[in-house]
């Protein structure tokens, strides 16, 4: 595809079940950010990669969170024994290789999560 | 931890006015600070950026400002138009490599409103 995709668009669970949140990155994209945005506020970050590599998940917000790119591609963020609080819009962004240090985000249409 | 302030929260102008957003941030190791625009129910979508090796840059109607040593930056819009209605967000970032990303943070958001 051209965009970024996210996957599922909407999620619906009940609290105490797991989730997982599938982005798909523009193809040959470096980097990968994770955020929450919740209505009216900014994203909030959560974590990012280069390559593979997971860079820094200083803004997951406990250990229930959890997110991976095995092959510097496709990344799942996980949320295990969702709770209400988690309810938020998920959002995922890719970036190519920077040009002097900068490099727009592209972000994806996002997963609304909403906990029952 | 790092941080962006950004203010105000909204901002209501007529049709022609300019309009001014404000950003400090936390990290002095900060190096490019790029802007993003979010019409409602849609995607956050680079508008400009800038590193930090510049003061100033203006593309059309849009320019930004760095100041460096008190640590903030400005959007400025000139001759806004009622299209320009929407959440605008600044964001801040270190390069750690140079082709690849750094943690990129958001400010709070601004909503703008141009009334015709």
């Known amino acids: 595809g051209a965009g970024v995709s996210q996957s599922p668009r909407y999620k619906v669970t009940k609290r105490g079940q797991d989730v997982a949140l599938r982005c798909d990155p523009i193809s040959g994209h470096v980097s990968l950010y994770w955020y929450r945005q919740a209505l009216g506020q900014g994203p909030e970050f959560l974590t990012y990669?280069?390559?593979?590599?997971?860079?820094?998940k200083s803004g997951l917000p406990n250990d229930r969170f959890s997110a991976e790119r095995p092959e510097g591609s496709i990344s799942t963020l996980t949320i295990q024994r969702t709770e209400q609080r988690d309810s938020a819009m998920y959002r995922c962004a890719s970036s190519p290789r920077l040009k002097n240090g900068a490099g727009e985000l592209f972000f994806g249409e996002g997963s609304r999560l909403t906990v029952l | 931890g790092e941080n962006v302030e950004q203010h105000p929260s909204t901002l209501s102008v007529q049709e022609g006015d300019s309009a001014v957003i404000k950003c400090t941030y936390s990290?002095?190791?900060?190096?490019?600070f790029p802007w993003y625009k979010q019409e409602l129910g849609k995607r956050p979508q680079l508008i400009i950026d800038i590193r930090s090796n510049v003061g100033e840059k203006k593309d059309q109607r849009i320019a930004v400002t760095l100041n460096k040593t008190a640590k903030h930056f400005s959007l400025h819009i000139t001759e806004t138009q009622p299209e320009d209605s929407a959440v605008y967000f600044c964001?801040?970032?270190?390069?750690?490599?140079?082709?690849?990303?750094?943690?990129?943070?958001f400010g709070q958001g601004t909503e703008l409103s141009v009334k015709p």
């Open positions: 990669f280069n390559y593979e590599a997971q860079q820094d």
């Open positions: 964001a801040a970032s270190r390069r750690l490599i140079y082709n690849q990303g750094g943690k990129l943070i």
């Open positions: 990290d002095s190791a900060s190096n490019y």
